[in-house]
Structure formats: C-alpha cells, structure tokens
C-alpha cells in the first residue's frame, strides 16, 4: 500500500538540533535533523520502516528552520512512500541517506509503478552515499514487456515528479525492478556522482530517464544495467549528459518517441566526454512508425569513445520492440540539426553508421565529424566497418571512418 507522507500532515517533531557538517562540509548553523530511527525505523531490513520514514519526512518537510532527513547507516525495509511537498523549511530541504534502504518485494503491495518518489519539492538536495536497492531479482521473472506491449510496469526505485532546484549527488541504485531514476516534470535538476547497477539481461531497468524536464545535468556517473543508461523522452529540453560511463547495456537514448498523442518536442540535448562499453546501441535516435507529429532537434553528441558496441550512432524512425502493434505508416517525428562530432573506437556490428529516416520527414542536416570507428565484431571476413543513409540529409567532415554513405 503507498504511503504518502505530506507537508501539512500532522506531525511530531523529534528532531535534534546541530552544527555539523552540512552541504559539501561547511557548517550549517541551526540545522535540525530529522533521523528516521528517532520516528521507529528498525535497522536490519526485517521490519518495514515505511511509517518511520513518513513520519520522519513530515517532520521535517513542516520544520520552520533548516532541516535534514537523516537515514543512517543501516538495512531498512520500505514499502512504497511519497515525500510530498511543498515544504515550510527554508530551501533546500536535505536528504541524506547514509543507509541501505530495500525495497518490499511484494508487487501486490505497489499501487502504482514506483517506490520512493520526491514529489513538488523546490529546493532539495539527496546526498550521503547511501544504496536504494530495488530487489529487482525478486520479481524481473514477471516482466513481459518485450512481449506484451500492454504489460504491467514493474516500480521505478527513485521517481523525481515535479521538483524545482534538485540535487542528486553520490547515490548508488541497485537492482530496480524496472527503471532506476525517473526525472519528470523537474526543472534545474542536478544529478552527478552516482552508481548505477543491475545485470545486463535485467528486462527495462533504464539508468535514468528524463521526461518533460528543463535544465538537467547529468554527469560523472557510471552506469551498468539492461537497457538503456539514459534516456530522454518527450517534453526534454536543455538537457547535458557529461563525463558517462555507460556499459553493458542499451546506451544512450533519444525516445522511444512518437509513441503517444500531443508528445512535446525534445530540443537542446548534449552529450559530451562520455564512453560507451559494450552496449547492445551506442549513440541512439529512436521513434515509432505511425507517430503523431513532433520534433527531435539541437541534439549534439561529441567526443565520446565506443568499445565493442552494437550500432555506435544510430537513427531508427522505425523503432518497433517485438511484441508492439506496429503501424506500416512513417514516423512523423522531425530530426533536425543533429551532430555526430569526434566519436571513436570500435563497433562489434559491421554497420556502425545508420542513419533510417522517415521517408515522410527525412532528417534534416545531420552532420558527421571527426568519426573513426573500427571493426571488432565476430565476423572473420569483416574487415571495415559500413555505413548506411536512407531518407537523410548529411554533411561530413574530418576523419570519416567508416567512409560516408552515399
């Protein structure tokens, strides 16, 4: 059953006031902190703590002065939980998480496909090195939506639903029972220092994916999961992804997009100083046939290294997972002004540039710079790697390896 835990709920203060140490090691005067065990949680992750942690957060969120959820160190069972906002506290409101929390493996007890979420929040900052350990070994076996494209969404570990100046630092998820980090309807939100981890046939843990957000920052972080590190949905805009390590996995992704009516467009992507390892897709556009109409544009990906990964720069309007309906109409998502500069290293497919445009809206000036990819897949009689350009308009230049399609 989720639990909210609300601002103006009622709520009893045990909290303990103190100088230590506060953002990035300076002193914080008058600080108040708000330590869960304090509110009933139990360490050892036997005994849910769910009620603790609700009880912890409204006390804190309601506080008049500056104030700091703490979960120390520790194992705590949590079930389902919202940290609602808006909050009365002097922004930003911290969260530091020095624990291990675990997630209840139950999916009975899930009323919608999310565990911890954040939610209308200006100013929050969630720190302290601590793990979200979404258990997700307990229940992939039920996962069947690469069969069933009316499957039902497993919880995403860390939801960020409509927060305003957030920071998200030194966090590890493991194991999510489908995506890791979701950021949606956020503006200036900061993620950076993170450890993301699930094995490689783990069925949609995305790393993080970005939804209708302005002004996210994502960077050094190292990704390893089973599907795509990032990925950056409709309504994205101003987004930089800098200093990535992503692999295995699916890579980096734009979409899937055109999937829904009225999507908003994605403008102003950078991807930057990133690499990619052994990825099943390297630097990936990706949007459904039949698509109502949209735009992807102002997309940059540069100086990024690739290792023995499948499809290192792709465009695919024709992306249809097994198991969708997929429709025989092109896609009407626009691709405009997408740059493709300084991407090196080694693809295991012989086709390491393809480029698969809509037909109906072909894709306006792609450019492709400084590119020298080199063959390292299976196949003995493959000694260069290839390139294919279908409904684009390409401009090329520096080292182009593979040579430019034509």
């Known amino acids: 059953m989720a639990i909210i835990a609300r601002a103006n709920a009622a709520f009893h203060p045990v909290g303990r006031k103190r100088r230590g140490s506060g953002i990035g090691g300076r002193p914080v005067p008058g600080e108040t902190t708000f330590n869960v065990l304090r509110y009933g949680a139990k360490p050892g992750g036997k005994e849910e703590s769910t009620e603790a942690f609700m009880q912890a957060w409204v006390a804190a969120c ?14 705590f069972l949590i079930g389902q939980v919202t940290f609602q906002g808006p909050c009365n506290c002097p922004t930003p409101i911290i969260v530091e998480v020095a624990g291990n929390l675990k997630a209840v493996t139950d999916i009975s007890e899930y009323s919608s496909p999310e565990w911890v979420t954040f939610e209308d929040i200006n100013g929050l900052i969630i720190t302290g090195g601590g793990t979200f350990d979404g258990q ?87 990704i390893s999961t089973g599907d795509d590190c990032i990925s950056i949905g409709q309504g994205s805009t101003n987004i930089s992804i800098n200093k990535v390590t992503c692999g295995p996995g699916h890579g980096i992704s734009i979409g899937s997009l055109g999937k829904y009516q009225d999507e908003k467009d994605v403008v102003g992507i950078i991807v930057k100083n990133s690499t990619l390892l052994n990825t099943d897709n390297g630097l990936r556009i990706k949007t459904w046939p039949g698509s109502p ?16 990964v499948k499809n290192p720069i792709i465009i695919d309007q024709l992306y249809c997972p097994s198991g969708s309906a997929c429709r025989s109409e092109p896609s009407k998502v626009k691709i405009s ?3 493709y500069r300084n991407i090196r290293g080694s693809s295991y497919s012989p086709l390491g540039v393809n480029l698969m445009c809509s037909p109906e809206y072909p894709c306006q000036n792609v450019e492709l710079f400084d590119i020298n990819l080199q063959y390292s897949g299976p196949q003995k009689k493959v000694s260069d790697v290839s390139s294919s350009c279908s409904n684009a308009k390409v401009g090329f230049g520096g080292i182009q390896i593979p040579p430019p399609c034509q």
């Open 337 to 339: 002004n997408i740059h």
């Open 62 to 75: 309601h506080w008049r002065g500056k104030a700091r959820l703490l979960i120390p160190e520790g194992d």
């Open 136 to 222: 997700g070994d307990s229940v992939w076996q039920y996962n069947d939506c690469q069969r069933n494209s009316n499957c039902q969404l497993l919880p995403t570990s860390i939801k960020f639903n409509s927060i305003t100046n957030g920071n998200l630092r030194g966090i590890k998820s493991v194991n999510a029972k489908s995506f890791h980090i979701a950021i949606n309807r956020c503006d200036r939100f900061r993620a950076f220092g993170l450890r993301i981890t699930a094995p490689e046939d783990s069925p949609n843990t995305d790393g993080i994916h970005i939804s209708s957000s302005n002004f996210v920052k994502v960077s050094k972080t190292k």
């Open 293 to 308: 109409p949209s735009e992807a544009k102002g997309i940059l990906f540069q100086d990024i290294i690739v290792k023995n």
